[in-house]
């Protein structure tokens, strides 16, 4: 795969910088450069790009488009008026790469107040649909795919996430954004240690890794992490995140989802990030 | 493609709290229309109940998204079920919507939420007690713009990518066949047929509704100390706006084109 090292960077998606405390992100490519490399931009091809993603492009800022509106194991859903939509905001915002959450974006038709997340059913057959989604996009695009592992907080399926994912990868043939905060969430659901499973997954294929806090909730005495974007990474993450990075040769790029806070109280994890990654001489990509 | 059907169910577990508690107590009976495999079914059960209510404002959210589709039948109906049981949540008729079988039905299908919901609103306004006239006037109001508010709903989601062909003139052809063949009333066109009087009273609901959510914010916050949710949501929808009433009980109802 011939893919450019992006470097760490933060995302956004439409409306998102309006929130109050919204993260300027042109402002921290300015205050410091080394945390906004690129903008990874979540889109729905009916919402388009905000004013903030669009100043940002206006600037030939590197980028990757992250969709939020495709199921990607339905092959009815990838309908040609969508492409039609994805391939002309590809024009315009002429990303490294296109990547998302590999799951449920909304259940059935896509319709006003169809959108939610699931997981993928993570079983074989699902991997299989899921994969010919995944190269079919690709195909279609002309640009890479790199599937997500989404959050939630009940995961259907006999098997293990990180097995799931590994056989979309393997099939698909593409690499994987590996969503360190999502896999503690599940983890923890799971009962399981955060590292997992790690140890039987193809890490050659993560090409990027997303970092976010999360924060522990409790449901009737259900326990489970809520994926808030908020700069508190947990500990369960950090670990994640510290054995990928040391083990995963081609990583390319890392966003830290903190899309809704302010500059100055996502420093500290930014830091952290980047410390996490010069340790480890395993990513080239960020070698200083 | 079984998955696809069992996601389907996944989703109707997370708006309705009683199916979950089906599913879990009496699987085989609430699935049996599922379409999923006795597998799949064990895979749900695997699963804790608990994680399928922890957001206790989804329902909330939803139904605030459909009430911009469809506000004077949601505030006819709301009123008309206030005047009938005074007990109940005034919003209750309408939050009902996500435990009832259409919902259920249409979900499994894949089918669209609001269109699900605009039928829920015709058929509980059409069962509706008739006690009296002023009943039945606002009843049958209820059901008429519910209809209104429906058959726009499906206007806002035909597919204007395959309009019927035209054909071509040619010398043979018969031109009044011809000419009958190549007009259409635009696809963004429908006909609906509506008691007289309702048309007014459509426009009269809306306005009322305009006043009432200028006057008073549409969405109020609500705080979910359970799972520590601080998400804002609030329904527009209240019995408190002040209803056009007719000046003269029950006229005659006719019939009257509204397109």
């Known amino acids: ?288 | 493609m079984t998955h696809l059907a069992l996601h389907h169910v996944v989703v109707r577990m997370l708006y309705d709290p009683a199916f979950v508690q089906s599913v879990f107590a009496r699987p085989e009976e609430a699935l049996a229309d599922a379409g999923i495999t006795t597998e799949d079914i064990d895979w749900l059960l695997q699963t804790d109940p608990r994680a399928y209510t922890t957001d206790s404002h989804r329902r909330a959210r939803s139904l605030g998204g459909l009430l911009e589709e469809y506000p004077t039948s949601c505030a006819a109906l709301v009123r008309a079920r206030h005047r009938s049981d005074a007990g109940t949540p005034p919003v209750a008729v309408l939050d009902a919507f996500f435990s009832s079988a259409g919902f259920h039905r249409g979900m499994q299908a894949g089918a669209s939420l609001a269109l699900s919901f605009g039928e829920y609103l015709v058929q509980t306004a059409d069962g509706l007690p008739r006690a009296d006239p002023a009943a039945t006037l606002r009843h049958e109001l209820a059901a008429a713009l519910a209809r209104i508010e429906l058959r726009i709903a499906r206007l806002r989601r035909i597919a204007l990518r395959s309009l019927p062909a035209i054909p071509e003139w040619t010398d043979s052809a018969d031109s009044s066949e011809l000419e009958r063949a190549r007009l259409h009333a635009s696809p963004c066109i429908d006909w609906l047929t509506v008691p007289e009087g309702v048309l007014d009273r459509f426009g009269e609901v809306r306005r009322q509704l305009a006043l009432a959510s200028s006057a008073r914010p549409s969405v109020e916050a609500a705080d979910d100390t359970d799972d520590g949710g601080s998400v804002g949501v609030g329904v527009g929808v209240g019995t408190d706006f002040r209803w056009p009433e007719p000046e003269t009980p029950a006229p005659p109802w006719s019939t009257r084109e509204f397109h």
């Open chain 1, 1 to 288: 795969m011939d893919l450019p090292h992006l470097g760490i960077g933060v995302s956004t998606e439409y409306g998102a910088g309006e929130s109050p405390s919204a993260l300027d992100i042109l402002g921290l490519r300015e205050h410091a450069p080394q945390f906004a490399q690129f903008l990874e931009v979540g889109i729905e091809v009916v919402k388009g790009l905000d004013w903030h993603t669009r100043a940002w492009l206006e600037r030939g800022l590197p980028t990757t488009y992250h969709f939020l509106d495709i199921n990607l194991d339905d092959p009815r859903d990838m309908d040609e008026p969508w492409l039609a939509e994805v391939r002309a905001l590809a024009d315009r915002v002429r990303p490294a790469w296109l990547c998302g959450d590999a799951g449920l974006w909304h259940f059935g038709m896509r319709d006003r107040g169809h959108m939610l997340l699931l997981p993928p059913i993570l079983s074989d057959a699902n991997a299989a649909a899921m994969a010919d989604g995944v190269a079919r996009l690709r195909e279609e695009t002309g640009l890479e795919v790199l599937p997500e592992n989404p959050p939630a907080t009940v995961y259907v399926g006999n098997l293990h996430l990180l097995d799931y994912f590994a056989q979309v990868c393997d099939r698909a043939d593409t690499g994987m954004l590996l969503d360190a905060a999502h896999l503690a969430i599940y983890q923890r659901l799971q009962g399981h240690d955060p590292l997992t499973g790690l140890d039987r997954f193809p890490l050659d294929r993560v090409l990027e890794i997303h970092v976010a806090g999360g924060i522990e909730r409790d449901h009737g005495g259900f326990a489970y992490i809520e994926d808030s974007h908020t700069p508190q990474v947990l500990p369960d993450t950090w670990r994640i995140l510290e054995y990928v990075v040391a083990r995963a040769p081609h990583l390319k790029a890392v966003v830290f989802e903190c899309e809704r806070n302010p500059i100055a109280a996502c420093l500290p994890a930014f830091g952290e990030i980047e410390r996490v990654l010069h340790r480890h001489a395993a990513a080239p990509a960020f070698r200083t």
